[in-house]
Protein backbone atom coordinates (compact mmCIF):
# COMPACT_ATOMS: atom_id res chain seq x y z
CA UNK A 1 0.00 0.00 0.00
CA UNK A 2 1.17 3.44 -0.84
CA UNK A 3 1.93 5.61 1.78
CA UNK A 4 -0.37 8.79 1.46
CA UNK A 5 2.79 10.79 3.23
CA UNK A 6 4.64 10.12 0.49
CA UNK A 7 1.82 10.16 -1.81
CA UNK A 8 1.14 13.78 -0.46
CA UNK A 9 4.63 15.24 -0.65
CA UNK A 10 4.77 13.70 -4.14
CA UNK A 11 1.64 15.66 -5.56
CA UNK A 12 2.63 18.88 -3.66
CA UNK A 13 6.13 18.55 -5.34
CA UNK A 14 4.79 18.36 -8.58
CA UNK A 15 2.12 21.19 -8.16
CA UNK A 16 4.80 23.04 -6.64
CA UNK A 17 7.28 22.49 -9.18
CA UNK A 18 10.12 23.49 -6.94
CA UNK A 19 11.66 21.23 -3.94
CA UNK A 20 12.17 24.50 -1.85
CA UNK A 21 8.82 25.75 -2.09
CA UNK A 22 7.32 22.07 -1.69
CA UNK A 23 9.52 22.11 1.77
CA UNK A 24 8.26 25.11 3.02
CA UNK A 25 4.51 24.66 1.91
CA UNK A 26 4.69 20.87 3.76
CA UNK A 27 6.77 22.75 6.82
CA UNK A 28 9.73 20.03 6.08
CA UNK A 29 13.10 20.55 4.64
CA UNK A 30 14.29 19.71 1.16
CA UNK A 31 15.74 16.58 1.77
CA UNK A 32 12.76 15.09 3.49
CA UNK A 33 10.81 15.68 0.67
CA UNK A 34 13.30 13.96 -1.57
CA UNK A 35 13.22 11.37 0.76
CA UNK A 36 9.92 11.13 0.27
CA UNK A 37 10.15 10.86 -3.62
CA UNK A 38 12.85 8.58 -3.07
CA UNK A 39 10.63 5.83 -0.79
CA UNK A 40 8.07 6.17 -3.64
CA UNK A 41 10.34 5.00 -6.22
CA UNK A 42 11.66 2.18 -4.48
CA UNK A 43 8.29 1.00 -3.41
CA UNK A 44 6.73 1.34 -6.80
CA UNK A 45 10.27 0.53 -8.71
CA UNK A 46 9.70 3.05 -10.92
CA UNK A 47 11.45 6.07 -11.26
CA UNK A 48 9.27 9.43 -10.78
CA UNK A 49 10.83 12.19 -11.53
CA UNK A 50 13.85 13.47 -13.95
CA UNK A 51 16.12 15.46 -12.18
CA UNK A 52 17.43 18.08 -14.15
CA UNK A 53 19.27 20.74 -11.40
CA UNK A 54 16.94 22.49 -9.20
CA UNK A 55 14.28 21.87 -11.81
CA UNK A 56 12.42 17.84 -12.80
CA UNK A 57 10.17 16.64 -15.37
CA UNK A 58 8.02 13.78 -14.75
CA UNK A 59 8.50 10.11 -16.48
CA UNK A 60 5.24 8.30 -17.41
CA UNK A 61 5.29 6.78 -14.52
CA UNK A 62 5.01 9.96 -12.43
CA UNK A 63 2.47 11.20 -14.50
CA UNK A 64 0.29 8.46 -13.74
CA UNK A 65 1.14 8.65 -10.42
CA UNK A 66 0.04 12.10 -10.02
CA UNK A 67 -3.24 12.04 -11.65
CA UNK A 68 -4.72 9.29 -9.50
CA UNK A 69 -2.79 9.81 -6.50
CA UNK A 70 -4.35 13.70 -7.19
CA UNK A 71 -7.37 12.34 -7.11
CA UNK A 72 -7.09 9.66 -4.30
CA UNK A 73 -6.02 12.53 -1.71
CA UNK A 74 -9.00 14.42 -2.80
CA UNK A 75 -11.33 11.45 -1.73
CA UNK A 76 -9.44 10.76 1.32
CA UNK A 77 -10.28 14.08 2.01
CA UNK A 78 -13.83 14.39 1.02
CA UNK A 79 -14.41 10.95 2.61
CA UNK A 80 -12.96 12.66 6.22
CA UNK A 81 -15.32 15.47 5.68
CA UNK A 82 -18.30 13.55 5.29
CA UNK A 83 -17.32 11.36 8.04
CA UNK A 84 -17.31 14.64 10.16
CA UNK A 85 -20.28 15.86 8.60
CA UNK A 86 -22.95 15.80 11.33
CA UNK A 87 -25.92 18.60 10.71
CA UNK A 88 -28.82 19.14 12.72
CA UNK A 89 -30.59 19.75 9.88
CA UNK A 90 -29.94 17.52 7.15
CA UNK A 91 -31.02 13.66 7.53
CA UNK A 92 -33.47 10.85 7.51
CA UNK A 93 -35.59 10.44 11.45
CA UNK A 94 -37.17 7.32 12.01
CA UNK A 95 -39.41 7.34 14.34
CA UNK A 96 -42.12 5.28 16.06
CA UNK A 97 -44.59 6.08 18.35
CA UNK A 98 -48.34 5.12 19.68
CA UNK A 99 -51.26 6.68 18.06
CA UNK A 100 -51.81 9.51 20.80
CA UNK A 101 -48.82 10.42 21.02
CA UNK A 102 -48.46 10.47 17.04
CA UNK A 103 -51.29 12.67 16.30
CA UNK A 104 -49.83 15.21 18.17
CA UNK A 105 -45.97 15.01 16.86
CA UNK A 106 -46.04 14.07 13.33
CA UNK A 107 -47.96 17.30 12.30
CA UNK A 108 -44.70 19.10 14.53
CA UNK A 109 -42.34 17.19 12.76
CA UNK A 110 -43.71 17.87 9.29
CA UNK A 111 -43.86 21.80 10.00
CA UNK A 112 -39.96 21.16 11.16
CA UNK A 113 -39.10 19.32 7.85
CA UNK A 114 -41.02 22.13 6.10
CA UNK A 115 -38.38 24.37 7.54
CA UNK A 116 -35.45 22.26 6.89
CA UNK A 117 -36.42 20.30 3.78
CA UNK A 118 -33.03 18.04 4.03
CA UNK A 119 -34.18 16.62 7.55
CA UNK A 120 -36.33 13.90 6.23
CA UNK A 121 -39.12 12.32 8.99
CA UNK A 122 -39.57 8.65 8.52
CA UNK A 123 -42.51 7.83 11.04
CA UNK A 124 -44.64 5.05 11.94
CA UNK A 125 -47.67 4.59 14.14
CA UNK A 126 -46.97 1.47 16.19
CA UNK A 127 -47.95 -0.40 19.89
CA UNK A 128 -45.37 -0.14 22.64
CA UNK A 129 -43.85 -4.01 21.86
CA UNK A 130 -43.27 -3.16 18.31
CA UNK A 131 -41.21 -0.13 19.08
CA UNK A 132 -39.29 -1.83 20.94
CA UNK A 133 -38.70 -4.80 18.78
CA UNK A 134 -37.84 -1.76 16.29
CA UNK A 135 -35.32 -0.35 18.56
CA UNK A 136 -33.51 -2.93 19.47
CA UNK A 137 -33.12 -4.00 15.66
CA UNK A 138 -32.24 -0.60 14.48
CA UNK A 139 -35.02 -0.42 12.42
CA UNK A 140 -35.57 3.49 13.63
CA UNK A 141 -33.32 5.79 15.55
CA UNK A 142 -35.82 6.74 18.65
CA UNK A 143 -39.54 5.76 19.82
CA UNK A 144 -41.55 7.18 22.13
CA UNK A 145 -44.08 4.98 24.38
CA UNK A 146 -45.91 5.16 27.41
CA UNK A 147 -44.06 1.58 29.36
CA UNK A 148 -40.16 1.70 30.14
CA UNK A 149 -38.50 -1.35 28.00
CA UNK A 150 -36.76 -4.02 29.85
CA UNK A 151 -34.58 -4.32 27.28
CA UNK A 152 -30.92 -4.49 28.22
CA UNK A 153 -29.44 -2.33 25.21
CA UNK A 154 -31.88 -0.10 25.34
CA UNK A 155 -32.69 3.23 27.63
CA UNK A 156 -36.11 4.62 28.24
CA UNK A 157 -36.19 8.24 29.83
CA UNK A 158 -39.54 9.41 31.10
CA UNK A 159 -39.88 13.03 28.96
CA UNK A 160 -43.90 13.71 29.72
CA UNK A 161 -47.10 12.46 30.79
CA UNK A 162 -50.42 12.57 29.13
CA UNK A 163 -54.19 12.83 30.76
CA UNK A 164 -56.51 9.95 30.06
CA UNK A 165 -59.90 10.85 29.32
CA UNK A 166 -63.57 9.47 29.25
CA UNK A 167 -65.68 10.21 26.44
CA UNK A 168 -68.63 10.13 25.72
CA UNK A 169 -71.12 12.05 23.41
CA UNK A 170 -71.89 15.67 23.36
CA UNK A 171 -75.13 15.12 25.54
CA UNK A 172 -73.87 13.44 28.14
CA UNK A 173 -72.83 16.19 30.87
CA UNK A 174 -72.20 13.45 33.83
CA UNK A 175 -71.45 9.72 33.93
CA UNK A 176 -71.94 7.10 36.72
CA UNK A 177 -71.64 3.45 36.53
CA UNK A 178 -75.26 3.12 35.38
CA UNK A 179 -74.54 5.05 32.60
CA UNK A 180 -71.42 3.29 31.98
CA UNK A 181 -73.12 -0.26 31.80
CA UNK A 182 -76.38 1.56 29.44
CA UNK A 183 -73.61 3.02 26.94
CA UNK A 184 -71.34 -0.05 26.63
CA UNK A 185 -67.25 0.37 25.80
CA UNK A 186 -66.45 0.95 22.36
CA UNK A 187 -62.88 -0.82 22.31
CA UNK A 188 -59.29 0.08 20.92
CA UNK A 189 -55.68 -2.14 20.83
CA UNK A 190 -54.84 0.26 24.60
CA UNK A 191 -58.84 -0.22 25.13
CA UNK A 192 -58.60 -2.55 28.08
CA UNK A 193 -55.39 -1.26 29.15
CA UNK A 194 -56.80 2.59 29.58
CA UNK A 195 -60.16 1.70 31.34
CA UNK A 196 -58.13 -0.09 34.04
CA UNK A 197 -56.07 2.58 34.90
CA UNK A 198 -58.78 5.01 34.28
CA UNK A 199 -61.95 3.40 35.66
CA UNK A 200 -60.74 1.64 38.63
CA UNK A 201 -59.61 4.68 40.91
CA UNK A 202 -63.05 6.67 39.92
CA UNK A 203 -65.61 3.41 39.85
CA UNK A 204 -65.54 1.60 42.94
CA UNK A 205 -67.66 -1.07 40.74
CA UNK A 206 -65.16 -1.66 38.63
CA UNK A 207 -62.88 -4.72 38.14
CA UNK A 208 -62.36 -5.36 34.58
CA UNK A 209 -63.54 -3.75 31.48
CA UNK A 210 -65.36 -7.40 31.02
CA UNK A 211 -67.97 -6.18 33.19
CA UNK A 212 -69.08 -3.39 30.96
CA UNK A 213 -70.98 -4.54 27.61
CA UNK A 214 -68.64 -4.12 24.36
CA UNK A 215 -70.34 -1.73 21.77
CA UNK A 216 -67.89 -1.41 18.87
CA UNK A 217 -63.98 -1.50 18.33
CA UNK A 218 -61.46 0.06 15.77
CA UNK A 219 -57.86 -0.11 15.50
CA UNK A 220 -57.65 3.40 13.92
CA UNK A 221 -56.71 6.14 16.25
CA UNK A 222 -58.60 8.88 14.13
CA UNK A 223 -62.21 6.60 13.93
CA UNK A 224 -62.65 5.95 17.50
CA UNK A 225 -64.31 8.89 18.33
CA UNK A 226 -66.67 8.37 15.69
CA UNK A 227 -68.92 5.34 17.05
CA UNK A 228 -68.98 7.64 20.78
CA UNK A 229 -69.47 10.80 18.72
CA UNK A 230 -72.99 9.17 17.33
CA UNK A 231 -74.04 7.92 21.23
CA UNK A 232 -73.24 4.76 20.33
CA UNK A 233 -70.95 3.97 23.51
CA UNK A 234 -68.07 5.80 25.61
CA UNK A 235 -64.24 5.09 25.77
CA UNK A 236 -61.06 6.05 27.68
CA UNK A 237 -58.36 7.70 25.16
CA UNK A 238 -55.56 9.70 26.06
CA UNK A 239 -56.05 13.42 26.03
CA UNK A 240 -54.43 14.11 22.40
CA UNK A 241 -56.13 11.65 20.56
CA UNK A 242 -59.71 13.63 22.11
CA UNK A 243 -58.14 16.83 21.07
CA UNK A 244 -57.71 15.63 17.61
CA UNK A 245 -61.14 14.54 17.02
CA UNK A 246 -62.66 16.37 13.99
CA UNK A 247 -65.44 17.95 15.72
CA UNK A 248 -65.24 18.88 19.35
CA UNK A 249 -68.57 20.16 20.19
CA UNK A 250 -69.69 16.43 19.25
CA UNK A 251 -67.84 14.72 21.99
CA UNK A 252 -67.68 15.49 25.86
CA UNK A 253 -63.95 14.42 27.30
CA UNK A 254 -64.91 14.03 30.90
CA UNK A 255 -62.40 14.89 33.65
CA UNK A 256 -63.12 12.37 36.96
CA UNK A 257 -62.38 12.75 40.52
CA UNK A 258 -59.50 10.97 40.60
CA UNK A 259 -57.62 12.11 37.25
CA UNK A 260 -54.77 9.38 36.08
CA UNK A 261 -51.96 10.33 33.34
CA UNK A 262 -49.74 8.26 31.08
CA UNK A 263 -46.13 8.12 31.15
CA UNK A 264 -44.34 9.30 27.93
CA UNK A 265 -40.86 7.46 27.35
CA UNK A 266 -38.41 8.38 25.22
CA UNK A 267 -36.68 5.01 23.85
CA UNK A 268 -33.69 4.76 22.24
CA UNK A 269 -30.31 2.36 21.78
CA UNK A 270 -28.20 2.46 24.90
CA UNK A 271 -24.76 2.46 22.64
CA UNK A 272 -25.64 4.43 19.88
CA UNK A 273 -23.93 7.26 18.96
CA UNK A 274 -27.15 10.15 18.94
CA UNK A 275 -26.61 11.79 15.54
CA UNK A 276 -26.99 15.75 15.86
CA UNK A 277 -30.63 15.68 13.49
CA UNK A 278 -31.82 13.47 15.69
CA UNK A 279 -30.93 15.78 18.88
CA UNK A 280 -33.89 18.08 16.65
CA UNK A 281 -36.44 15.67 16.60
CA UNK A 282 -36.16 14.86 20.37
CA UNK A 283 -35.53 19.04 21.17
CA UNK A 284 -39.20 19.77 18.93
CA UNK A 285 -40.78 16.66 20.94
CA UNK A 286 -40.15 17.42 23.97
CA UNK A 287 -41.41 21.08 23.40
CA UNK A 288 -44.43 19.72 21.79
CA UNK A 289 -45.13 17.32 24.19
CA UNK A 290 -44.93 19.75 27.46
CA UNK A 291 -47.79 21.87 26.26
CA UNK A 292 -49.79 18.25 26.46
CA UNK A 293 -48.88 18.45 30.67
Not at 170 to 177: D, P, R, T
Not at 237 to 260: G, K
Request: hydrophobic share 40%.
Amino acid sequence: MINPNWLATFCSLVDQRHFTRTAQELHMTQSGVSQHVKKLEQQLGQLLLVRQGKSFTLTTAGERLYAEGKALLLAMKDLEKKIGHDPYDEGIVRIASPGSIGLKLYPQFLALQQQHPKLIIDFRFAPNPEIDALLVADKIDIGFMTQQSSSATLKTELIAHEELRLVTASGIQSVSWQTLLNLGFIDHPDGAHHADQLLAGNFKEYQAIGQIPKAGFSNQINLILEPVAMGLGFTVLPQHAVNSFRDPSLINAHRLNRPVTEPIYLGSHLFKHTPNRVVTIVDEAISALSSME
